[in-house]
């Protein structure tokens, strides 16, 4: 590609740049990530060092603590090299955020180290035993994206007491995230899929390890410790932005690929080249204005989530639907342009050696991910229809 959407040039300090140092090498090895169904220990140690993960992290412990459309621009930049790559890193940032909900001495501990990766699945998979002072925990989780790169990682349990399943007050079940060395936990070799396999998303378990409670948030029942406006921001939707930042990345990068194929490429028989033909131009033009609708909807809707964040205690139900219809929209719109590029670019689009295979698996694996998946718009119905819904997870 030449050329990224976003200028990140100066963001985040030297990290902007950092990472914009790093994106040919991203993209040269996307082929070798894939391939190694994980991303390459060097390459996530460089995106590290540039403070990629860093992006969400608690000033006070030496992150970024961007505003949600930084992130939302460095994640889409990233996935533009490699898809599988702004995954990982959307993950190891978005776990940061726990460490705005921690006492200071775990956050330090797990969180301060200006290289650490970490990671983890909200996911409520584990079984957590109240022991006093700490949990007994045991899980397998599925989703483990980056893990093998990760010197912390987070898993979500149900929290029991005597064996007793412990409730909310509305009545749920009662769920926490408990961080642990990632040494700790058996990495299971269950990452064979079809898409974003570069993300070495498989599961990871721990079998009755001693967690101190000090070192657990629950993100629905717990008030963060930091003050400031970014974690004040609906943390869901903070996620699902960083899902559809993926999305919109990866197919931003396609079009840009068709495009340029359609510049070169002549048609057989016709003697003409593809961008000479009416239907690549109106199919092109069709998708160009679907993404790029799509791009605009969600900076709007983060701007909308961010003006309240830093205004408010509380974000309003309408304003959270908003964000989190905006991203489901975005991924699903993004994955109709990586088909649409796919489809154009004939047969040789079927070979593996081509991009746009590749991307158009990541686009329609980015689709499944809870956060974005088409469930999200009966979410976002029920608040558009002043019909009740749970707010927890909005």
């Known amino acids: 590609m030449t050329g990224w959407r976003y200028d990140i040039s100066g963001q985040g300090g030297e990290t902007g740049?950092?990472?914009?140092?790093?994106?040919?090498?991203?993209?040269?090895?996307?082929?070798?990530?894939?391939?190694?169904?994980?991303?390459?220990?060097?390459?996530?140690?460089?995106?590290?060092?540039?403070?990629?993960?860093?992006?969400?992290?608690?000033?006070?412990?030496?992150?970024l603590q961007l505003p949600p459309t930084e992130f939302m621009q460095m994640v889409v930049t990233m996935a533009e090299a490699d898809a599988s790559v702004g995954w990982c890193a959307m993950i190891a940032v978005t776990s940061t955020l726990a460490a705005a909900y921690m006492d200071k001495n775990p956050a330090e501990e797990i969180f301060g180290p200006a290289s650490?990766?970490?990671?983890?699945?909200?996911?409520?998979?584990?079984?957590?035993e109240d022991r006093g002072d700490h949990y007994l925990l045991s899980g397998q989780w599925q989703w483990g994206s980056g893990s093998a790169n990760c010197s912390w990682l987070g898993g979500g349990a149900m929290i029991f007491e005597e064996g007793v399943l412990q409730k909310f007050d509305n009545g749920a079940p009662y769920h926490r995230m408990l961080f642990f060395p990632a040494e700790q936990a058996q990495l299971i070799d269950s990452w064979h899929v079809s898409g974003m396999k570069g993300t070495g998303s498989g599961d990871f378990s721990v079998e009755n390890i001693k967690v101190p409670k000090a070192r657990s948030v629950s993100f629905v029942a717990d008030r963060p410790r930091d003050p400031g406006a970014l974690y004040k921001f609906p943390l869901f939707g903070l996620l699902a932005l960083g899902v559809s930042s993926v999305a919109l990345g990866n197919a931003r990068a396609a079009l840009e690929e068709i495009k340029q194929i359609a510049r070169t490429k002549k048609t057989p028989g016709g003697g003409r080249h593809m961008a000479q033909r009416a239907t690549v131009q109106v199919e092109i033009a069709r998708a160009t204005a679907q993404l790029e609708g799509a791009f605009s909807f969600l900076e709007d809707a983060v701007d909308r989530a961010w003006q309240q964040a830093q205004s408010s205690d509380a974000i309003t139900p309408a304003v959270r639907a908003q964000l989190r219809l905006a991203c489901t929209h975005a991924t699903e719109t993004a994955a109709d342009a990586c088909k649409t590029a796919y489809s154009l670019a004939g047969g040789a689009a079927v070979y593996t050696s081509s991009n746009l295979q590749?991307?158009?698996?990541?686009?329609?694996?980015?689709?499944?991910?809870?956060?974005?998946?088409?469930?999200?718009?009966?979410?976002?119905?029920?608040?558009?229809?002043?019909q009740p819904v749970d707010m927890a997870m909005l």
């Open 358 to 386: 590749r991307r158009f698996r990541d686009a329609h694996v980015a689709t499944q991910h809870i956060a974005t998946a088409p469930a999200v718009f009966e979410l976002a119905g029920r608040v558009l229809l002043d």
């Open 116 to 128: 650490i990766i970490t990671g983890g699945v909200f996911a409520p998979m584990g079984k957590a």
């Open 17 to 63: 740049n950092a990472i914009l140092a790093l994106l040919p090498e991203i993209a040269d090895r996307a082929a070798e990530t894939e391939q190694a169904r994980r991303l390459p220990a060097d390459l996530a140690a460089k995106l590290a060092q540039a403070g990629a993960f860093n992006l969400s992290k608690p000033a006070i412990l030496g992150g």
